[in-house]
């Protein structure tokens, strides 16, 4: 069974780091698609980081480029996203998906074309940014 479990969240202030984790059961992460995405109050879900299948290469939001890192601890079969420089509008609860083919980080969460179908998701963790 593919379970995912997010950890790590917390409340930082502006220009802080976070890193999240994400513990895998079920599968290998270098084998799928991994990925973080994030829901902020009154918004919808939208991509921050994914990685393609089979240690595919990484993708980021416009958002987050320079300032998130996403990456794998195989040992511990997790997906790590490291966040640094972080900002108020960074604020939201951050999910852990996984699919055994794609994973699309671009814009707006789309239950139609942001996975395969085959999606895995973990129950979310809050980070919130403080001024």
């Known amino acids: 069974e593919v379970q995912l479990a997010e950890s790590g969240g917390g409340l930082v202030q502006a220009g802080g780091s976070l890193t999240l984790s994400c513990e895998a059961s079920?599968?290998?992460?270098?084998?799928?698609?991994v990925g973080w995405f994030r829901q902020a109050p009154g918004k919808e879900r939208e991509g921050v980081a994914c990685?393609?299948?089979?240690?595919?290469?990484?993708t980021y939001a416009e958002s987050v480029k320079g300032r998130f890192a996403i990456f794998t601890n195989n040992p511990k079969n997790t997906v790590l996203l490291r966040m640094n420089n972080l900002k108020m509008e960074d604020t939201a609860v951050y999910f852990c998906?996984?699919?055994?083919?794609?994973?699309?980080?671009?814009?707006?969460?789309?239950?139609?074309?942001?996975?395969?179908?085959?999606?895995?998701w973990g129950k979310g963790t809050l980070v919130t940014v403080s001024s």
């Open positions: 079920g599968f290998t992460v270098d084998d799928y698609a």
């Open positions: 990685r393609g299948s089979n240690n595919g290469p990484a």
């Open positions: 998906a996984a699919d055994p083919i794609l994973l699309d980080c671009s814009g707006t969460y789309d239950p139609t074309t942001s996975h395969s179908g085959t999606d895995y």
